[in-house]
């Protein structure tokens, strides 16, 4: 059993730390007032191979699991929020590069994976998220087009995204009524709704997407007809859930390295109190890193991991908060102040925990997977 990166990957990880620190640590005052990130900034992670996805079993140019958790870690470092973007962005790639047909991926991958065109997913509706197979927006079939009405909310990228994958029903079966769609932004019958104004993760945009008569070709099925629960399911356990682990990680980083430094920097490195509190802090901190490492790695494996994939979710959603709240208890007031790094781990580590299915849902579906697998 080997717990090292290969050199390779180390050098990735240098990598995605120093353009993180270069290109990502400047701007974040700026997107705190704008609300967005520089445009310049999405197409230097696309320069530098950052949206390049290598499928188990492929060897095609691209980041694996555990290579994308490196990536994820490094971003989120500084920017939890460019960490969820990228998140959205990668679980959207992937699922064109395993499902799409050829038109579809000819067409739009090579723009995505350089940061010309950002994407979003489609799957959460007014009536909740955690359960894909609920969904209402429908799609009726009309000669050789899709008609999709219906509307998505608290969707990542909703507002800058220029390519959606919608999931929609295509039947009355719960299991294999649902569909996905990949729905070009200047579609006749697209548009986007609300944005909103979240608790966090400012810099990454969350709202609405509104489909009225939006006629889509049958070309943009992805997948067959029918697919779509499963579809959704693979891109959210795979990319959703562990990207949100990868950003946790980074975010985590960040508690611990700030809270040290702000307690070396008034002189309160060495009180019990303050080093029982990094302590913890980093055991929670390696903790979640070892879990989220070892599910990206069965992955690549082309294991089946939705325990291990659903735990490591829950386990770094809730250490986040438990690291923050240790910084804190050390911090006092000063961790308070707008501006400082650990105010904003406060307010970005909340939105993570909804985020590709609350804590409640990934036990119900590790508890689940743990029955079939031992019983």
């Known amino acids: 059993m080997h717990f090292t990166l290969t050199p390779a990957q180390q050098e990735f990880q240098r990598k995605a730390a120093s353009f993180a620190r270069q290109r990502i640590e400047p701007v974040i005052p700026v997107m705190e007032q704008t609300g967005r990130p520089p445009a310049e900034l999405i197409a230097a992670m696309g320069e530098q191979g950052f949206m390049r996805v290598r499928l188990p079993g492929s060897d095609t140019p691209g980041m694996n699991h555990l290579e994308q958790i490196l990536l994820l870690e490094a971003l989120s470092r500084y920017s939890a929020a460019i960490g969820l973007l990228m998140v959205s962005q990668l679980m959207g790639i992937g699922t064109l590069m395993e499902f799409a047909g050829p038109a579809v991926r000819e067409h739009y991958l090579p723009r995505l994976t350089t940061g010309e065109m950002l994407l979003a997913l489609g799957i959460t509706e007014p009536s909740g998220g955690s359960d894909p197979s609920a969904a209402g927006t429908r799609a009726e079939r009309d000669g050789d087009c899709f008609v999709l009405t219906g509307r998505k909310v608290f969707i990542t990228n909703s507002h800058w995204a220029r390519l959606v994958l919608v999931v929609a029903r295509t039947s009355a079966d719960r299991r294999r009524g649902l569909s996905v769609f990949a729905v070009d932004a200047t579609t006749p019958g697209f548009r986007t709704g609300r944005a909103e104004h979240k608790t966090g993760l400012v810099g990454c945009v969350t709202g609405e997407l509104v489909f009225d008569q939006c006629r889509v070709p049958e070309s943009h099925l992805i997948g067959e007809e029918g697919d779509g629960l499963a579809i959704t399911i693979k891109a959210i356990s795979e990319y959703g859930r562990m990207g949100n682990a990868g950003v946790a990680l980074g975010l985590m980083q960040t508690v611990f390295e700030e809270t040290q430094a702000l307690a070396a920097a008034v002189g309160q490195l060495y009180q019990p109190m303050v080093q029982e509190g990094l302590a913890a802090i980093y055991g929670e901190t390696q903790a979640a890193r070892l879990l989220t490492y070892q599910a ?39 961790g308070l102040v707008a501006g400082h790094p650990l105010e904003r781990c406060f307010r970005d580590a909340i939105p993570l925990i909804s985020a590709d299915g609350t804590g409640d849902i990934q036990r119900i579906v590790a508890a689940r997977s743990l029955v079939g697998r031992f019983s």
């Not at 829950?314 to 986040?320: G, I, L, R, T």
């Open 296 to 334: 990206a790695w069965l992955l690549d494996t082309g294991a089946r991991a939705d325990a291990e994939v659903a735990t490591t979710k829950f386990f770094a959603n809730d250490a986040s908060l438990r690291c923050i709240r240790r910084a804190m208890a050390i911090a006092g007031s000063r």
